[in-house]
């Protein structure tokens, strides 16, 4: 069965870095996009970086833009989420999702499989 398990969260300090990882497995990895997803308390699960499924190209939502970058090892089974100038609006639970399609997509909707979560927390 398919499964994401992702890990890197933790306790930062503002202007800090973390690195995110989501290991894939049940499925093969290189044929479909992924991304990245986060959810702060009280509010809606939001898009925010993908990678399609060569690693090539990859889109980045506005507001972490130039800060977060997305990217993935196919021969590992794993992507990244690599957050560097982090900021308090950046504390969330962040998820990694398998998109349905092996092309970028930044829609929700688009994307069937999600892992369980990793705690981001960034203090002033």
């Known amino acids: 069965q398919v499964q994401l398990v992702e890990s890197g969260g933790g306790l930062v300090q503002a202007g800090g870095s973390l690195r995110l990882s989501c290991v894939a497995s049940?499925?093969?990895?290189?044929?479909?996009?992924m991304g990245w997803f986060r959810q702060a308390p009280g509010k809606e699960r939001e898009f925010v970086a993908g990678?399609?499924?060569?690693?090539?190209?990859?889109t980045i939502t506005d507001s972490v833009k130039g800060r977060f970058t997305i990217s993935r090892d196919n021969a590992k089974n794993t992507v990244y989420l690599q957050m560097n100038s982090l900021k308090p609006e950046d504390t969330a639970v962040y998820y990694c999702?398998?998109?349905?399609?092996?092309?970028?997509?930044?829609?929700?909707?688009?994307?069937?499989?999600w892992g369980q979560g990793t705690q981001v927390t960034v203090s002033l």
């Open positions: 990678v399609n499924w060569f690693g090539d190209n990859t």
């Open positions: 999702a398998r998109s349905r399609h092996f092309t970028l997509r930044a829609e929700r909707t688009d994307y069937d499989y």
């Open positions: 049940g499925y093969v990895f290189r044929n479909y996009a």
